[in-house]
Nanobody, 117 residues
Framework: QVQLVESGGGLVQAGGSLRLSCVASRSSFSFNYVGWYRQAPGKQRELVAS???????NYVDSVKGRFTISRSNAKNTVFLQMNSLKFEDTAVYSC???????????WGQGTQVAVST
């Protein structure tokens, strides 16, 4: 079992930056997939950014060039650097980690990001 705790959300003005963190309760070396998802009120959850163990990243078009996903296995942490934030980035952001060869997937509780105009 893996517990994930996100932090770093908050209220920020449009154009500002936030850095989200997702700390795992145990070593993250085995996570071959990590991702950040978001869900805005009245909308479906969507993938924001993901990274494989090989370092391949994927971003939803709306955040390309503004958001960066990274990980630190030494700190058992996944990060999401968010720059040039827009009102439409407002959502609850959750991290997801997977050990796909074991069929395991874990979610954090989410952290709220609110961007004011």
């Amino acid at each position: 079992q893996v517990q994930l705790v996100e932090s770093g959300g908050g209220l920020v003005q449009a154009g500002g930056s936030l850095r989200l963190s997702c700390v795992a309760s145990r070593s993250s070396f085995s996570f071959n997939y990590v991702g950040w998802y978001r869900q805005a009120p009245g909308k479906q959850r969507e993938l924001v950014a993901s990274m494989t163990s090989g370092g391949t990243t994927n971003y939803v078009d709306s955040v390309k060039g503004r958001f960066t996903i990274s990980r630190s296995n030494a700190k058992n942490t996944v990060f999401l650097q968010m720059n040039s934030l827009k009102f439409e980035d407002t959502a609850v952001y959750s991290c997801n980690v997977r050990i796909t060869y074991l069929g395991q997937s874990y979610w954090g509780q989410g952290t709220q990001v609110a961007v004011s105009t």
